[in-house]
C-alpha cells in the first residue's frame, strides 16, 4: 500500500467511526458501511472540513480529496434528516 492509499484508508476509517479492523473487515466482505452521526464521527467530519477549507483556491488534482468532499457533503446532508441517519461508503 502506498503512503497516499494509507492516508485515504485511515481517512476513511476515522470518517466511517469504525475500528480500522471492522472497516476493513467490512469492506473485504463487500459490505456496505453505514456512518452514524456521533461526536467521534463529527469530530472527523471537522477535521475533514478544515482540510477542504484549506483545499480553497487551489486545483483538486488528489483523487483521494476528492473522494473525502464526497464523503464529508453526503454525511452532512445526511446528518440533516432528523431520526436515525446513514451515510455509505463502499
Do not use: H
Not at 475500528?19 to 461526536?39: H, M, R
Not at 483521494?64 to 463502499?90: H, N
Request: proline share 1%; charged share 30%; net charge negative.
Amino acid at each position: 500500500m502506498s503512503k497516499e492509499e494509507a492516508e485515504l484508508l485511515d481517512r476513511r476509517v476515522l470518517m466511517s467511526g469504525l475500528t480500522k479492523q471492522d472497516f476493513i473487515v467490512n469492506s473485504l466482505l463487500g459490505k456496505e458501511i453505514a456512518v452514524y452521526s456521533n461526536p467521534y464521527v463529527f469530530r472527523s467530519l471537522q477535521d475533514e472540513l478544515i482540510r477542504f477549507i484549506n483545499l480553497y483556491g487551489t486545483k483538486i488534482d488528489n483523487d483521494a480529496d476528492e473522494e473525502m468532499i464526497t464523503l464529508a457533503l453526503k454525511t452532512i446532508l445526511a446528518m440533516r434528516k432528523k431520526g436515525k441517519t446513514e451515510v455509505f461508503i463502499g
